[in-house]
C-alpha cells in the first residue's frame, strides 16, 4: 500500500506497475492540491520522469536555462548544467497520478490516515488498514506513529511560504526563462515560472525571523526593503489564492534506518534544503528505487533499502546544508559570488545537489519472494 499521490507515491506505483505488481495508493485529498514545495524540475529529474514513461512534452515549456543569485546589492547569472522546468506541483502530480491510474493502479481519493499502529494504518474513519507493506509517501506531513523526530527541526526552525502570481508581462520580463534565488538574512526565496504563465515565489525564513516580523504583512514590508527585487515579484501580477504555509522543516533530515515492511519514500526519507530544487528529484528517485527493492525482495527489503537511500542523499544534502549556511547570511555571500560565477562553481553546486537517480542499490533481495 502506498500512502500519499505525490511524485514520491506515484513514482513507486508506477514502478510497481512497470514490474507487474498491482498497488493500492490512497490519497487524503480528493482533487490533487497545488503543494507548497516544488515548481522546479532538474535535468535529472526530468531524465527520470522519462524512466517512469511520461513525456516532457506533457509537462509544458517553461523551460529553465539559468539560475540568478540575488545577495545584497549583487546580481550574478550563471548557466544550468542542463536545462530544467518550471512545472506547478499540481500540473506535475496530476500527470504522475493519471499515469498510474492508466497502468492499472488502484487510487482511493478522500481517505485520510490518522496513525500508524502496530496492527495497521487506522483511517480517520476509524477503520483498520493491514497492507503487507507500507510505502510512506506523504510528504512533509507526518503522520501519528510513523512522524520524524523533532530534534530534526533544529534549534532556530524553518517556516515556508509560498504565493503564486498569475501571469504578467512585468513578471515575465524580470524572470524569463531563469530560476532565481533571493537570499536575505535568516532566508531565502526561489522565483520561477511555471507552465501555465504563473509565478511560484516560495519563501524559508528561520523561525527567528519570523517572530521579529510577527506577522505574513509585516515579514513581507520587510523584505521589500531588505530587497527591491523580491519585493517586485511579490507584488507583480494578481495573487492566486491566499498563499501557503508551513512550520518546522526538518531540512537535512535523513531516515537512516527502517523497519521490515516500511520504505519511507520523498520527504519522508530524506529532506532537503529548498534552495537546490531537488525535492521531487529526491522524491522520484525514493519512490522508483523502493519499488524496486520491493519486487526483488519484498517487504523484507526495506530496512536495507532505507539505509542505501540514505546513504545516497547524503552528499546532496550536506552541499546544500552548506550553501544554505552562506545564503541565509547574505552580507557575507555578496563578497564570493561575483568570483563563483566566473569559477563556474554555481553551476558545480547545482550539479552536486543532485541525487543520483539511476544507481543501483546495495539492498538484499529475499529469494523467496
Known amino acids: 500500500m502506498i500512502l500519499g499521490a505525490g511524485p514520491a507515491g506515484s513514482a513507486a506505483a508506477i514502478t510497481l506497475a512497470q514490474a507487474g505488481i498491482r498497488a493500492m495508493l490512497i490519497e487524503r485529498h480528493r482533487e490533487m492540491p497545488d503543494a507548497i514545495c516544488g515548481g ?33 546589492s549583487r546580481v550574478v547569472e550563471a548557466p544550468l548544467p542542463a536545462p530544467a522546468l518550471g ?35 487506522r483511517t480517520a474513519d476509524g477503520a483498520i488498514l493491514s497492507p503487507d507493506a507500507l510505502f510512506l509517501a506523504s510528504g512533509k506531513h507526518d503522520v501519528r506513529g510513523g512522524a520524524r523526530p523533532a530534534a530534526a527541526r533544529g534549534d532556530d526552525p524553518s517556516l515556508g511560504l509560498r504565493w503564486r502570481r498569475g501571469p504578467c508581462a512585468t ?42 516580523a510577527g506577522s505574513v504583512a509585516s515579514l513581507r514590508e520587510s523584505l521589500a526593503r531588505e530587497s527591491p527585487a523580491l519585493g517586485e515579484r511579490l507584488t507583480g501580477g494578481d495573487a492566486i489564492g491566499d498563499g501557503d504555509a508551513i512550520a518546522n522543516i526538518p531540512y537535512g533530515w535523513r531516515a537512516r534506518s527502517g523497519a521490515a515492511g516500511v520504505f519511507r519514500l520523498g520527504d519522508q526519507a530524506a529532506v532537503i534544503p529548498s534552495l537546490a530544487g531537488e525535492g521531487v528529484g529526491i522524491a522520484l528517485a525514493s519512490g522508483r528505487s523502493a519499488a524496486t527493492a520491493f519486487a526483488s525482495g519484498g517487504a523484507a527489503a526495506a530496512p536495507a533499502w532505507q539505509r542505501d537511500f540514505a546513504r545516497r542523499a547524503r552528499r546532496p544534502l550536506a552541499i546544500a546544508a552548506g550553501v544554505r549556511h552562506l545564503a541565509e547570511r547574505p552580507a557575507r555571500s555578496a563578497g564570493w559570488l561575483p568570483l563563483a560565477a566566473r569559477l563556474h562553481l554555481i553551476g558545480m553546486v547545482a550539479a552536486m545537489t543532485r541525487i543520483d537517480h539511476d544507481r543501483p542499490l546495495n539492498h538484499s533481495p529475499n529469494p523467496s519472494h
Open 87 to 121: 512545472v506547478s506541483r499540481r500540473h506535475l502530480d496530476t500527470v504522475l497520478l493519471d499515469s498510474a491510474i492508466r497502468r492499472g493502479v488502484a487510487v482511493e481519493r478522500g481517505v485520510a490516515v490518522r496513525a500508524i499502529e502496530p496492527r495497521g494504518l
Open 171 to 212: 513578471l515575465s520580463r524580470l524572470v524569463g526563462d531563469r530560476i532565481e534565488l533571493h537570499l536575505f538574512d535568516r532566508g531565502y526565496a526561489g522565483v520561477v515560472r511555471q507552465e501555465d504563465g504563473s509565478t511560484n515565489i516560495c519563501l524559508v525564513v528561520r523561525g527567528s525571523r519570523w517572530d521579529e
Open 40 to 72: 522546479f524540475l532538474s535535468w535529472r529529474t526530468i531524465r527520470s520522469l522519462a524512466a517512469l514513461g511520461i513525456d516532457p512534452a506533457a509537462l509544458g515549456d517553461a523551460r529553465i536555462g539559468t539560475v540568478r543569485l540575488f545577495a545584497s
